[in-house]
């Protein structure tokens, strides 16, 4: 089974601008988390959605927004980009039901914003 | 506040030697998962170890074992026998489920190399 996707891998943007990140989960998955990664630093949780619903979200600007499409693959969209706003972006799916719990990763879309 | 702190920013190891990886969280909840993630050059975060709080036995995967101590709050990763493969930037990390959602809380990791 293919893993979770995420598209593009490399993204260069001036300020300003406007981004879309794309995210497949594993096939049976139904909740996806979006995490920023700063260079240097361990990932920075900016969203989670479950059945098409946003569960939690972090302590993000309004200018960055998500949605869940019904079959489980995701947006993150990031309006008005900052020189702060280039990081890795990693997308993570897990089943969203009751037992072992564990996040699958995505190899990230690395954005820079020039 | 749910925090992970890592100590160590960067650790070296000799190849076939043992190292150990430290990391302390703090949280209110009762049961909940730690993680050890292995990040290499290529960017995928890839799950090393998990551990579920309520076990009392620690984690183990072939070389990789871990040091769970509850009370202390202390979650450290044991690496046996280092490969070269091992080479890469290393996040422990804690499930948070409160507020209704369910993330993961990393430390800001620990770089980790092997030398021949």
């Known amino acids: 089974d293919a893993g979770v996707t995420q598209s593009p891998t490399h993204l260069i943007k001036t300020r300003g601008q406007h981004v879309t990140l794309r995210c497949s989960p594993i096939?049976?998955?139904?909740?996806v988390s979006w995490y920023q990664q700063v260079l240097g630093q361990g990932p920075q949780f900016i969203f989670q959605?479950?059945?098409?619903?946003?569960?939690g979200r972090g302590n993000f600007p309004d200018r960055f927004s998500a949605r869940q499409f019904p079959n489980y693959s995701s947006e993150l969209n990031v309006n008005a980009l900052l020189l702060g706003d280039s990081a890795l972006y990693l997308c993570?799916?897990?089943?969203?039901?009751?037992?072992?719990?564990?996040?699958?990763f995505g190899p990230g879309t690395r954005l820079t914003v020039l | 506040a749910q925090t992970v702190t890592q100590s160590q920013p960067e650790m070296s190891v000799q190849e076939a030697e043992t190292v150990t990886l430290s990391c302390t969280y703090d949280?209110?909840?009762?049961?909940?998962?730690l993680f050890w993630y292995k990040q290499p050059p290529s960017r995928q975060m890839i799950l090393v170890i998990r551990?579920?709080?309520?076990?009392?036995q620690n984690a183990t995967e072939n070389r990789f074992s871990v040091n769970f101590q509850k009370a202390a709050k202390s979650f450290s990763l044991k690496i046996s026998d280092s490969q070269l493969g091992d080479a890469a930037m290393y996040f422990c990390?804690?499930?948070?489920?409160?507020?209704?959602?369910?993330?993961?809380?990393f430390g800001k990791g620990t770089k980790l190399t092997v030398n021949p």
């Open positions: 990390a804690y499930r948070c489920a409160l507020g209704g959602s369910e993330k993961l809380v």
């Open positions: 993570a799916s897990s089943t969203g039901l009751a037992g072992p719990w564990e996040q699958f």
């Open positions: 959605y479950y059945e098409k619903e946003e569960r």
């Open positions: 949280t209110s909840e009762s049961d909940y998962y």
């Open positions: 551990q579920e709080a309520y076990k009392q």
């Open positions: 096939s049976g998955h139904k909740s």
